[in-house]
């Protein structure tokens, strides 16, 4: 969803806005419905990326900072490729629940086993379960299954995942269709013309108030929408009192308040954008490929941020 890739910069977030940004979230963080010290996918805090475990010091960090402000249900994701030593998982996961770490997700999937050998995310899981309890989420757990069940060793390509399972495998799992899905797994999802979706917008996505994200950049964004920023999380409790200024941002504008038609026009009349031939799997992937035409032109729309997300989508 967010085109995560080594192949970006390491603009790791500052301590600085990390404060900044936690401190004003801290009074609007609905914590889980089973207390602040329980966590849940739509709940709480999750600390995130990319893999936030590549610069362990500022995890910890960050979760300190959290806990500093009484932000409840904090938690952090990962995909596990470091947990290589039994005794080291154990130290850091000690040390973030000292922090003050509420929980973790382990993020498993057919994806991530491509380079994430699954004896690490076996460790992680049964360290995580002594440490956290319930209070560890493995997502997607049926993924987790179908690999106890194969008695998966090491790593596994994509493509032999669906030799072995094939498409029924993926049929009980969430696999949103949008960001990088729509340019790498878009032979497995059915096509349609553009037109089908010009009546479609993004309003209901993009004015919704839960499961929302801050990217290291301070990009504010709501839902799933990589690349799209509703403006500086930085100055979030400006953004809140004043709302999003829509004159200044027009793409933003079409999606809530006119249609993909509408996009699609202005990216035919001044960007020269093409429809695809293959057709779209869903109306995020045609969003998604008229913003990547447009941000790749252009740098006049300040809502198509992080500009790095359009560069490495594909």
Request: charged share 25%; with cysteine; hydrophobic share 35%.
């Amino acid at each position: 969803m967010y085109a995560c890739s080594p192949k970006w910069s390491n603009d790791w977030i500052s301590i600085n806005d990390l404060k900044s940004i936690l401190s004003q979230l801290s009074d609007k963080i609905l914590p889980s419905p089973y207390g602040v010290h329980r966590v849940g996918i739509n709940y709480g805090l999750h600390f995130t990326g990319g893999e936030p475990f590549l610069n362990y010091p500022l995890l910890l960090q960050a979760v300190k900072i959290a806990k500093d402000y009484g932000i409840p249900s904090i938690f952090v994701e990962t995909n596990s490729y470091w947990c290589i030593d039994p005794e080291r998982t154990v130290e850091k996961l000690g040390e973030l629940k000292d922090s003050g770490l509420d929980g973790i997700l382990v993020s498993i999937n057919p994806f991530i086993v491509e380079y994430v050998p699954f004896e690490r995310i076996e460790n992680n899981i049964s360290s995580s379960l002594k440490f956290f309890g319930y209070n560890t989420i493995i997502y997607q757990y049926e993924f987790y299954r179908q690999f106890k069940e194969t008695n998966l060793k090491g790593l596994l390509r994509f493509e032999d995942y669906l030799k072995i399972h094939g498409l029924r495998g993926l049929e009980w799992v969430e696999l949103i269709p949008m960001g990088r899905t729509c340019y790498k797994l878009r032979n497995i999802f059915p096509k349609y013309p553009a037109k089908i979706f010009f009546k479609e917008n993004c309003r209901e996505n993009l004015l919704r108030e839960w499961h929302t994200h801050v990217d290291n950049y301070g990009n504010y964004m709501t839902g799933y929408c990589g690349g799209i920023s509703l403006g500086d999380a930085r100055k979030l409790d400006q953004l809140l009192e004043e709302g999003v200024d829509l004159d200044e941002k027009p793409i933003l504008d079409i999606l809530i308040n006119k249609n993909l038609g509408e996009l699609y026009k202005l990216a035919v009349r001044e960007f020269d954008y093409k429809e695809r031939e293959d057709g779209y799997i869903s109306k995020c992937d045609l969003c998604l490929d008229i913003r990547r035409c447009i941000a790749l032109k252009t740098k006049e729309y300040q809502e198509l941020s992080p500009r790095e997300y359009y560069t490495h989508l594909l």
